[in-house]
């Protein structure tokens, strides 16, 4: 029986990035007959006090009223978008209905990395953008997604158009270990709904499971892939991007932060390469 995806799951915030990340979802919904969850996170009031500062009480409840006042009014401008968009994008608002396009919102109160973790971990797929290494933006969502939920994690970049189509050609990182491992069989829904699968490899792991063998056990379930081996020149994370790239998958798949997560972004590593400089979207697993 072939995989599917039905619960996409997308965190937003007023920063101005949820409505590039729902058009992906959106496409990915009409391809799948998927439903979307939307969960916009307010903070609770105490995480917006100073740490280690007494705040007195008085103080304590004024901003406690005017952080539920702007939060209001953000919800509502996101509800507002929320409709519009799906109308734009062609989704209904409901609940999940098998094999229709739906969506939904919810308001969950709470920082975003656990609004991740709760809801997630019942989604097939969690949506995020890209983060931004300028403005520090979108690291902990991502972070919270790959290394709380268990799930596939698509990151997106932004673009001006997203294809209806969005999927139809994935390349796979593959260098037989147990992220890459992980990120085939989590990923597989995709997989098999996609035109042309590129397998991506320099076939250089020692006592690895080869590429070839990947092209047999996808055949054995009826996808037909090719192989583009390349020889690594430099960071193998900038290497996939250009190969994918260059084969024109529209998706990425692979296993992500082999090394911890600290030591490749704070020295850089082969998953922090692809997170800084994708140019399209990319479906980690850890």
Known sequence: MACTLQSLMLPVRGDGKG??????????AKRFGAHV???HCRPKPEDLMPYGVVVPRFFRKQLEEVSNQVAA?????????????????GLTEDDPKADT??????????????????????????????????TNLGFNTLKSALFTSARPVMMCPETDQVSDELGRHIAIGWNGSLEATRALAQGM????????????????EPHATTAEELQTYLGIRGVTASINRFKRDGNIGRNL???????????????????????????????????DEATIPVVLVH
């Open 101 to 134: 396009p739906t969506a939904s919102f919810l308001e969950y109160t709470g920082k975003q990395a656990d609004a991740v973790k709760h809801y997630g971990r019942l989604s097939d797929l969690i949506l995020v953008p890209q983060p931004d290494r300028s």
């Open 37 to 39: 969850q939307v969960i």
């Open 241 to 275: 991007l250009q190969h994918a790239t260059s084969a024109g998958a529209d998706v990425l798949l692979m296993g992500a932060y082999h090394e911890s997560y600290e030591r490749e972004t704070i020295f850089g590593g082969n998953t922090q390469a692809v997170v």
């Open 73 to 89: 009014g953000q919800e509502q401008q996101l509800r507002d978008e929320f409709h519009e968009l799906s109308q734009k994008l």
């Open 189 to 204: 829904g995709l997989i098999e709904a996609a035109s042309e699968v590129t397998i991506l490899t320099t076939g250089s």
């Open 19 to 28: 409505d590039n990340v729902f058009a992906h979802a959106a496409a990915l």
